[in-house]
């Protein structure tokens, strides 16, 4: 947000002689704004989530060499939202401007199409105060009723019921036996469905190692499966379309992944920031990846439906091979 000066001339023409000529004398009042002042923006990931569910809020401020930015003492969300955690990283761009990311681990305590207010940045130049806001998200969460908080849609409580003292032991036993034969059967149907699942999502690509994917590997999974089976990509006209769609369900997945906003970063830049969160084989498969894909999106190259198909199972290597990373992931310096 480039603050220009703003320049008030008010000039009064006020002495007159006997011959009624004139001369002239004027006021110049100027209101300066500050034109250092901090950029500031925010961005959540993910935007969809259930009701108790984190979620990454990013807080981002681009200010001149000179200036101090930080969020105030005591920075709350409202009722809506619990921070569990804030941690922060600077960094200087290329055109020296610095850079300072704030990361709030957030739970969000409500249900429906919410929004995130902006958040206030506080910052100093020169001695003097500012405070400026970023934008508000919305975020949508999903409650775990059939996604509702309909109370009229869940069955009431059901009166006691008065037992009858008799012996039935054999019946306790055989009533045991039974939940458990069925309990096993049904682990086995569903670790059975699980696996089929699985198989599905991947495309058949190391079904073994698929048994460790978590939700954020599933949901960029099953996004891909879907971009698959439109025919996107069996379409001369719409492929391209097809490249964008997979470029941008991989930029989410390694934004939940790795807890950083990637939607308004180029491809340099976002390599500049998963260098810093994932290991050398990682970022060197995501940026191998991209690239292909930045050769049809912007460098005119028409790929065919083969090469469309084999870069979606690059997509889904990559979503696999990064979901194996140790639980304690690198943190940003």
């Known amino acids: 947000m480039k603050a220009l000066a703003l320049l008030l001339l008010l000039t009064t023409v006020a002495h007159a002689d006997g011959s009624g000529s004139a001369a002239g004398s004027g006021v110049v009042i100027q209101l300066p704004v500050d034109a250092d002042a901090p950029e500031v923006s925010a961005a959540a990931s993910p935007t969809e989530l259930m009701l ?89 969460v999903n409650g775990v009723l059939g996604d509702t908080d309909d109370p009229k849609l869940m069955r009431g409580n059901a009166p006691p019921v008065r037992l009858q003292a008799n012996d039935y032991t054999w019946a306790w036993v055989g009533g045991v036996v039974f939940v458990l034969v069925a309990g096993g059967l049904t682990f086995w149907q569903l670790r059975r469905r699980r696996k089929q699942h699985v198989r599905t999502l991947v495309g058949g690509l190391a079904p073994a190692r698929a048994q460790r994917l978590d939700m954020t590997s599933e949901r960029a999974l099953e996004r891909l499966l ?12 719409d492929r391209k379309t097809g490249y964008a769609d997979m470029v941008s369900v991989i930029r989410d997945y390694l934004a939940a992944r790795y807890r950083f906003a990637t939607a308004e970063l ?25 690239a292909r894909c930045d050769l049809v999106k912007y460098g005119g190259v028409r790929a065919t439906e083969a090469e469309a198909l084999e870069t979606l199972a690059g997509a889904r290597e990559v979503v696999m091979k990064t979901t194996a990373m140790p639980t304690a992931a690198k943190e940003a310096a």
């Not at 003492?73 to 955690?85: M, N, R």
């Not at 990311?101 to 958040?119: F, K």
């Not at 879907?226 to 006209?237: F, H, K, Q, Y």
């Not at 500049?272 to 990846?289: I, Q």
């Open 52 to 140: 108790g569910s984190r979620f990454t809020l990013f807080v981002t401020a681009v200010y001149n060499t000179g200036v101090e930015v930080n969020l105030p003492a005591g920075f709350d969300l409202g009722d809506t939202f619990e921070i569990k955690k804030t941690t922060s990283e600077d960094h200087v761009r290329a055109d020296g401007k610095h850079v300072r990311e704030w990361q709030l681990d957030v739970v969000a305590w409500d249900l429906g199409d919410l929004r995130i207010p902006g958040v206030p940045v506080t910052f100093t130049i020169n001695g003097h105060g500012g405070q400026i806001l970023t934008n508000s998200i919305p975020l949508r």
């Open 266 to 290: 180029t491809t340099s830049e976002l390599m500049r920031g998963l260098a810093k969160r994932a290991n050398a084989a990682d970022a060197t498969l995501v940026e191998a990846w991209l």
């Open 226 to 237: 879907a971009i698959e089976t439109s025919g996107v990509l069996a379409r001369d006209g």
